[in-house]
């Protein structure tokens, strides 16, 4: 796509819901007062909930949805449930007999559905509705970590630790830290900047949970190596995880003819200017200190926009671990190989930063259902620029913005570059 194409692709709004799990005062776990008592939303009422929310927050008419897309990794595994195509169609009465489709590209699906629908607009198509979902939380963490660890080379790659992921990744952050010196006090500040912004974040999964320096920055009783991997082990504490979380985000995805059936002008949108979508070879692992496929799927996306990094002013990167934002800032442009942390560390990606990173508290404070988390960076992004994030809003609402949504270790991602039609 380029910004030449006839038709253009906007984000009328959307709405994300609560990502709740372990660790959010509402979830109920062993110890919770209303254990016994209620149940945790299934991943039917957070659907619903989140498709709800946003046809109220655009006031887009459901009859006037000629597709949708939804993004879900694993609903077989964690919730027995799959086909969630026919899922969406019954989230209102209005969706029944539309074109619903699933996608799945593991942690990056939410991402690709969003990719399906701006493909959909650009093919003549007017209002898309595009979803994502997850609920995880039905099993433990260790059992999860096994349905998780499909979005790598299962046959090759499960047996590296029982959390295969987090694994993965503490084989990245040794490599990483060992060839650029950074420490872990520069992996901490990643850590502790997702928790402050969760915690001005009322829909955050880890919107009570403090986390300070002393805590992000060393292995302790209260953040614990967790890995039995005795390499990778040191390499990564509870804090530098993103969460096993519930939850679910919705947004309509519309052209301009679509704005105008909704009663709407380009100034109540965002545009969106330009994607790149790269995958690589899942049998085939290569450096582990650069994001290859992330740093192919900008290049894209910023050729087809014509717009360099520098003009970026609010970006969501895919942190699935602490690590993964460094390397995400690096492969987007934003800092030179081994310089991350260095923008974290002078506060430029703080919310009231030059550049603001992950302001909702990114995958490691707002938490991570995996199928919804590349909707609800776009939503993230829109809300920034529309000025209804809240306690978290940015000094000044931004004009451009980015997405990076990865899957897997770096082997599907989707790019995607926003303007604020405003
Ligand atoms: N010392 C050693 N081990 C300890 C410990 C301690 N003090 N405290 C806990 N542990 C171990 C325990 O063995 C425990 O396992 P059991 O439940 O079997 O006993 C395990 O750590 C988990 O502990 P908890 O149950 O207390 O913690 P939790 O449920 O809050 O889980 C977490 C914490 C393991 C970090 C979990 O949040 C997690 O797995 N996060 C990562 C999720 C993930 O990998 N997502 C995918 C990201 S990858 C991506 O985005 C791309 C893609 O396509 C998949």
């Not at 109920?28 to 619903?48: M, Q, S, Y």
């Not at 349905?147 to 790659?157: D, F, K, P, T, V």
């Not at 901490?188 to 829909?203: D, H, I, T």
């Not at 934003?334 to 930063?353: E, K, M």
Request: hydrophobic content about 40%; aromatic content about 8%; overall charge neutral.
């Amino acid at each position: 796509m380029s910004t030449a194409h006839p038709r253009r692709v906007f984000v009328l709004g959307g709405a994300n819901t609560a990502f709740i799990g372990k660790g959010h005062p509402d979830f109920v776990w062993k110890n919770h007062a209303d254990f016994g008592k209620r149940e945790n939303p299934t991943i039917e009422e957070h659907l619903a909930t989140a498709v709800a929310d946003a046809f109220t927050t655009t006031g887009v008419d459901p009859e006037r949805v000629d597709k949708g897309y939804i993004g879900n990794f694993v609903g077989e595994l964690f919730c027995q449930q799959g086909h969630l195509g026919a899922a969406l169609a019954g989230c209102h009465p209005g969706l029944a007999g539309k074109a619903m489709t699933r996608v799945e590209a593991a942690c990056a699906s939410g991402g690709l559905a969003l990719a399906s629908a701006i493909d959909a607009i650009r093919a003549g198509n007017d209002t898309v509705l595009v979803a994502g979902v997850e609920v995880q939380t039905t099993v433990s963490a260790r059992e999860g970590a096994d349905y998780l660890a499909r979005a790598s080379h299962y046959r090759r790659q499960r047996s590296i630790d029982e959390f295969t992921f987090p694994a993965l990744f503490g084989r990245r952050t040794k490599a990483y830290r060992e060839r650029y010196g950074v420490t872990e006090e520069d992996i901490g500040r990643v850590a502790v900047k997702a928790y402050a912004n969760a915690n001005k974040n009322p829909l955050a999964h880890m919107k009570a949970r403090k986390m300070d320096l002393a805590t992000a920055a060393a292995a302790g009783d209260r953040n614990p190596c967790f890995l039995q991997h005795p390499e990778y082990a040191p390499f990564i504490k509870m804090s530098d995880c993103s969460q096993v979380s519930d939850g679910a985000s919705a947004c309509l995805v519309v052209s301009e003819a679509g704005l105008r059936a909704a009663g709407k002008t380009p100034a109540d949108a965002i545009e969106i200017v330009g994607y790149g979508h790269s995958t690589a070879s899942l049998y085939e692992d290569g450096d582990l200190t650069q994001l290859w496929t992330t740093k192919a799927a900008a290049e894209k996306a910023y050729a087809v926009a014509g717009i360099v990094p520098k003009d970026v002013q609010v970006a969501e990167v895919h942190d699935c671990f602490t690590v993964t934002e460094l390397l995400m800032l690096e492969a987007v442009g934003f800092a030179d190989p081994g310089q991350g942390a260095a923008l974290v560390r002078d506060g430029v990606t703080n919310i009231d930063g030059a550049l603001p990173v992950n302001t909702g508290g990114g995958l490691v404070g707002f938490g991570h259902p995996v199928g919804a988390t590349g909707v609800k960076q776009a939503v993230e992004i829109w809300k920034q620029m529309k000025g209804r994030s809240g306690a978290y809003q940015m000094p000044s609402a931004p004009g451009i913005g980015l997405t990076a949504n990865m899957g897997g270790d770096d082997r599907t991602v989707m790019v995607t570059l926003y303007r604020n039609a405003g």
